[in-house]
């Protein structure tokens, strides 16, 4: 029987999103094997209520607690603030690492006093999200202009970052951001560094920074494994398989995709954020 040390990490998004943070994952903890699901099927998550959220997610927990994980990471801010307290309560004795929009480090770095933070429709308008905001950032005079990033999942999902017309969505959510005199952007949504050469070309010159979770995760994980003794001994490259509710051809292009980001951003991973 293999010991929980040589078990792999689970990782769960609606779609492609979980990619930003499975690339560092795997960078920061190369020996270790990750089982990644995406729920292709049903993305984007979203538009729905927090019961079809949560129902959804809960089948992904299942088939990566099938699997033999040690840990699962809800790699999607909007599973996060949809179900994580259910799946807490429901399975007591699993480890969750999740996703909440990154306030706190850009309400601590803005000097402009003004931060920008794009995630989905659902988590933006949450009450988790309403909550940290006051906690960490308009409670110490700082002004946070939320927006939901719609459309930009859907991008992402078709292979579609990088062409004018998600450039068009970026610069209408992004530039009343700027106008507004943010200079910190918070990636709220897994999916969107992926979009990271289109929106890097909205902000141009100006001066905002752009947070993206993924290094404090993987961070957040590796602490985790370490604490309960489930770093894998293996000294070899750990293997990651790619599963989900959407066909073979999708799940193919979901592991291409992950190659390719793994490939162009390994190195890139600027500013991050504890969960
Ligand atoms: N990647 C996701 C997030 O971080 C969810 C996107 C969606 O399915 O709407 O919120």
Redesign the pocket.
């Known amino acids: 029987m293999r010991s929980l040390k040589d078990s792999p990490i689970g990782l769960l ?3 492609m ?2 990619i930003s943070i499975w690339a560092e994952i795997v960078r920061q903890l190369p020996c270790e094997e990750v089982v990644y699901w995406a729920d292709t099927a049903h ?5 729905r209520s927090r019961e079809e959220i949560t129902a959804l997610v809960r089948k992904g927990v299942e088939v990566l607690l099938g699997e033999g994980v040690k840990l699962i990471v809800i ?5 996060t603030t949809a179900a994580i307290a259910t799946l807490r309560a429901e399975w007591p004795e699993v480890l969750f690492v999740g ?1 909440e929009p990154a306030v706190k480090p850009a309400a601590q770095a803005t000097r402009s006093g003004v931060v920008g933070v794009l ?2 429709a ?2 933006v308008n949450s009450e988790m999200f309403r909550q940290t905001t006051e906690r960490y950032a308009t409670g110490i005079g700082v002004r946070v202009i939320a927006t939901a990033g719609n459309g930009l ?1 859907e991008a992402v999902e078709t292979g579609c970052e990088d062409t004018p017309q998600t450039e068009q969505l970026l610069h209408r959510y992004i530039e009343p951001m700027l106008e507004a005199g943010a200079d910190e952007l918070v990636l ?4 969107f560094p992926l979009l990271r050469p289109a929106i890097r070309r909205v902000i141009g010159g100006r001066k905002m920074r752009v947070i993206d979770p993924a290094a404090a995760i993987a961070r957040h994980t590796a602490e985790l494994l370490r604490e309960h003794g489930w770093q894998t001994d293996r000294t070899s490259i750990g293997r990651s398989r790619f599963m989900g509710s959407g066909s073979a051809e999708e799940i193919e292009r979901l592991r291409a995709r992950a190659e390719r980001y793994r490939t162009q951003y390994a190195d890139e991973q600027t500013e991050v954020t504890e969960a």
Do not use: E
């Open positions: 998004d609606s779609g999103g979980g993305c984007p998550y979203g538009g790699a999607c801010n909007t599973a996703l995630g989905t659902y988590t999942v709220a949504c897994t999916h």
